[in-house]
């Protein structure tokens, strides 16, 4: 594939498109966007960021439904985890992770918010830490995945093996607060990469590789 390209497959059945106005209006996109093109992360941000999900963590997975899910299920499926050693990064409160648990040997869930972390069930080891510094060496993990998280390129440049895939998931397609397009996740990666990208549900998602 040629560097920089995004391949889309067809849409899942069922995709909505129709999405009402919200995250694109969002404060917290331009956050993710300085985040993923501009090392806008710094500990102020990282300690308001806490904050705000610290606060929002008792009553987050009310927000679940079967159409967020299908992103993440689709994802999964058409997209998948490459390897055993996979990370999910800013799981919260777990509307993705075991469905991700389900499909990898071994998997661990990173959360800056302890209280998000604190409303996971199942047996995923759960770790509280900063995803801008992971707890990781070099090339140790297989896949990253990231659900409606801010991506941080160069940690994950450094933590995927070589052969490393990033995937990347937004529930509610570019009306997530955190959002970034496919292309935008691509152009963000410090080297070469590619994706395949996809739609399910009311989400939208990315399998990004090493060219
Ligand atoms: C929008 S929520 C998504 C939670 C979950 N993945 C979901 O889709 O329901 C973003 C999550 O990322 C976490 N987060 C934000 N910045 C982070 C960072 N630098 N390191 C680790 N987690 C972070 C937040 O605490 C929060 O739980």
């Given at each position: 594939?040629?560097?920089?390209?995004?391949?889309?497959?067809?849409?899942?059945?069922?995709?909505?498109?129709?999405?009402?106005?919200?995250?694109?209006?969002?404060?917290?996109?331009?956050v993710?966007?300085?985040?993923?093109?501009?090392?806008g992360w710094d500990a102020s941000r990282r300690d308001k960021v806490r904050e705000l999900?610290?606060?929002?963590?008792?009553?987050?997975?009310?927000?679940?439904?079967?159409?967020?899910?299908?992103?993440?299920?689709?994802?999964?499926?058409?997209?998948?985890?490459?390897?055993?050693?996979?990370?999910?990064?800013?799981?919260?409160?777990?509307?993705?992770?075991?469905?991700?648990?389900?499909?990898?040997?071994?998997?661990?869930?990173?959360?800056?918010?302890?209280?998000?972390?604190?409303?996971?069930?199942?047996?995923?080891?759960?770790?509280?830490?900063?995803?801008?510094?992971?707890?990781?060496?070099?090339?140790?993990?297989?896949?990253?995945?990231?659900?409606?998280?801010?991506?941080?390129?160069?940690?994950?440049?450094?933590?995927?093996?070589?052969?490393?895939?990033?995937?990347?998931?937004?529930?509610?397609?570019?009306?997530?607060?955190?959002?970034?397009?496919?292309?935008?996740?691509?152009?963000?990666?410090?080297?070469?990469?590619?994706?395949?990208?996809?739609?399910?549900?009311?989400?939208?998602?990315?399998?990004?590789?090493?060219?």
């Open positions: 594939m040629t560097p920089g390209s995004v391949t889309w497959l067809p849409d899942a059945p069922g995709t909505v498109t129709d999405l009402e106005v919200f995250g694109s209006v969002s404060p917290i996109r331009k993710t966007e300085q985040v993923a093109f501009d090392d999900f610290d606060g929002m963590a008792a009553e987050w997975s009310s927000r679940f439904g079967d159409e967020r899910e299908a992103s993440i299920i689709d994802a999964l499926d058409r997209g998948g985890v490459r390897g055993d050693k996979v990370v999910e990064l800013g799981a919260g409160s777990g509307l993705g992770t075991n469905e991700i648990a389900a499909r990898a040997a071994d998997l661990v869930a990173l959360d800056l918010s302890m209280k998000m972390l604190r409303e996971q069930s199942g047996g995923t080891p759960l770790v509280q830490g900063d995803a801008s510094t992971l707890p990781l060496p070099d090339a140790a993990v297989d896949t990253l995945v990231l659900v409606n998280m801010f991506l941080f390129p160069s940690e994950v440049d450094r933590v995927l093996t070589g052969a490393g895939r990033l995937l990347w998931i937004n529930t509610n397609g570019h009306e997530t607060p955190i959002y970034l397009s496919p292309e935008d996740v691509v152009a963000a990666m410090p080297g070469s990469w590619t994706a395949i990208a996809g739609r399910a549900g009311t989400g939208i998602w990315a399998a990004v590789d090493r060219v």
